[in-house]
């Protein structure tokens, strides 16, 4: 007879163990696939928050629970009740990870005719592999070799969902290959050990200052510390609540990443409003103001965090510079859809629709810690002159320390803790990182992404345009690898820190990836979890998301003419001025 796998059910709701305890003969003829497929390798398992949240509900809200005098006869409703907790394809739990959602969709939509592209995609690399053995060739035409070679790896990458290649892999192999070549082609062995040596010190910094501050957030995240913002949104009312869900997610992803500002405030969409148009439209305008928000500060976006790190932009005058062009850009599509007859065709208020999750123990403690620590970065870096990279791991070392004092003893609660949460984080993320950065940065060393500025001052000599086009190609083309080219291809000899071109790529590269729904970490991650389809966010959303970038740069070139920037008292830190 089927059984139940054990599973820890101390932690659940009294209504949800008796669920579980119950034999599978009794809660239908075939047991549920959802409750008996629990095995490490599941995608979607139990001890995920979002399912349990899901499915404590669903067992509060039965109106017949299973008791002792129900075991003699099986309720008809619990067949429906456990399909109900059971994700339909693509669903992505609040906390799932976009990949799994991607893993679902591959799996549901496999067509056999991929085989023929991964194929010709594998022909290809083994032709330029074996092209690549031939040093005489490679040593003539490095610069010809390695612009075939990331062509093709940059395919594999923007094709990843059809090949069914996963891209981390593709940027891994693509960065080892093109290295080979460079040391190939290069004058000595010596001379390509140490230009790679001296990227993977720089490369280094940013994955280990994303490693550090994406547990942070992990952390804060399975305290449910971030209902501390969210409880606070109480209005109902759809024009209104259009506005605070935008400048809340657009502040909230100033301190974390675009990516975690989108799950966590599409979570609380789902507790506020039905699923409808409106609700899409609200999973948009998230979107735009989590790309807007991350723009204008440091560790807000990845490319900001970026041009940081390597010293093109600083804390202050880049939050000063990009605060009024970041704010126009979500003000503009703000107003825009404000108009439209999906907001003001709804009613006056609309109720919650599901429960909010209890904050874990001294949940508030953790996300003042934590919010603290992300903080604490520029200033570490303007106090020390230490690479930022270390202050995040000082303030993660702090929060690892904090999380095993208060849970100490209780071992129901491990999920909470840090050697949990770097089992959630998104490693193979860090891991493209690192490919696509030390990709670029052997272009970089053979001198292709000078070649390609110097082409560029020559025919098109406006930066305001150049930044432009990069933030419209980074609706398209992930902005990582953009702005790391655009780092190579100009040095701070060409455009000094603070410089106007500096400033306006932070901008465009952070926001412009909001024209398209696939453009941004933010909008893959609202069609995974809320089924937004890719032409309708062309119709409904794209024009706005283009009048907002519009706007931003209008502002930006008419502040930085005209000298104006936010007033801020930080002008008067010292320490700060100059990190």
């Not at 953009?482 to 780092?487: C, G, H, K, N």
Request: proline share 5%.
């Amino acid at each position: 007879m089927s059984t139940f796998p054990p599973i820890r059910t101390h932690h659940l709701s009294p209504s949800f163990q008796s669920l579980l305890s119950t034999p599978p003969h009794l809660l239908s003829v075939s047991p549920s696939p959802y409750l008996l497929r629990l095995k490490p390798s599941s995608r979607l398992l139990l001890h995920r928050n979002g399912v349990l949240a899901r499915a404590e509900d669903k067992a509060r809200s039965s109106s017949s629970p299973i008791s002792s005098s129900s075991t003699q006869q099986p309720n008809p409703n619990y067949n429906k009740q456990l399909q109900d907790l059971k994700p339909s394809s693509g669903e992505c739990d609040p906390l799932c990870s976009v990949d799994e959602t991607s893993s679902q969709e591959f799996e549901a939509n496999y067509q056999p005719r991929t085989d023929l592209l991964k194929a010709v995609a594998i022909f290809a690399a083994a032709a330029t592999g074996t092209v690549a053995i031939n040093h005489s060739w490679v040593a003539a035409n490095q610069d010809m070799a390695m612009a075939l070679l990331f062509g093709i790896g940059y395919a594999g990458i923007i094709f990843e969902e059809s090949l069914a290649f996963n891209k981390s892999g593709v940027g891994l192999l693509m960065a080892v290959s093109l290295w080979v070549i460079r040391s190939i082609g290069a004058p000595s062995t010596d001379i390509a050990v140490s230009e790679l040596t001296h990227a993977s010190a720089e490369v280094s910094e940013i994955v280990f200052f994303l490693l550090g501050a994406m547990t942070i957030v992990e952390i804060v995240d399975a305290h449910q510390g971030f209902k501390l913002v969210t409880d606070n949104i109480t209005t109902r009312r759809p024009r209104t609540l259009l506005w605070v869900i935008g400048f809340v997610t657009f502040f909230l992803s100033s301190i974390l990443d675009n990516l975690t500002s989108t799950i966590v405030m599409v979570s609380l969409l789902r507790k506020l409003v039905p699923p409808s148009e409106y609700r899409k439209l609200l999973g948009a305008v998230v979107v735009i103001a989590a790309n807007a928000g991350g723009a204008w500060t440091p560790i807000g976006d990845v490319t900001t965090t970026m041009l940081w790190i390597h010293g093109q932009i600083s804390t202050l005058e880049t939050m000063k510079g990009l605060f009024i062009p970041s704010v126009v850009s979500l003000i503009v599509p703000l107003s825009l859809l404000s108009l439209t007859s999906e907001v003001n065709g709804k009613g006056e208020d609309s109720a919650s629709v599901l429960a909010s999750e209890q904050m874990a123990p001294r949940g508030k403690l953790v996300f003042s810690v934590g919010i603290g620590a992300l903080v604490f970065v520029p200033v570490f870096k303007a106090l020390t002159g230490l690479p930022p990279f270390l202050g995040m791991l000082f303030g993660l070392g702090v929060l690892w320390i904090l999380t095993d004092a208060i849970h100490y003893g209780e071992s129901e609660r491990q999920k909470l803790k840090v050697p949990q949460a770097l089992s959630r984080i998104d490693t193979q993320g860090a891991l493209f990182f690192l490919g696509i950065l030390l990709s670029v940065s052997s272009l970089e060393a053979a001198g292709i992404l000078r070649e390609l500025a110097n082409y560029l001052d020559a025919n098109i000599p406006n930066v305001e345009l150049i930044a432009s086009a990069i933030g419209v190609v980074s609706a398209i083309i992930d902005n990582v690898p953009l702005v790391a080219a655009t780092m190579g291809m100009y040095d701070l000899s060409s455009f000094p820190q603070d410089s106007e071109f500096w400033q306006l790529i932070a901008y465009c590269a952070g926001t412009g990836g909001s024209m398209l729904v696939i453009g941004s970490a933010a909008g893959v991650a609202l069609m995974g979890m809320e089924k937004v389809d890719f032409f309708w966010y062309i119709r409904k959303v794209s024009g706005f998301a283009l009048a907002g970038y519009v706007a931003g740069i209008a502002a930006y070139l008419a502040a930085y003419n005209l000298h104006i920037s936010i007033p801020t008292t930080l002008a008067q830190v010292p320490f700060l001025s100059g990190s």
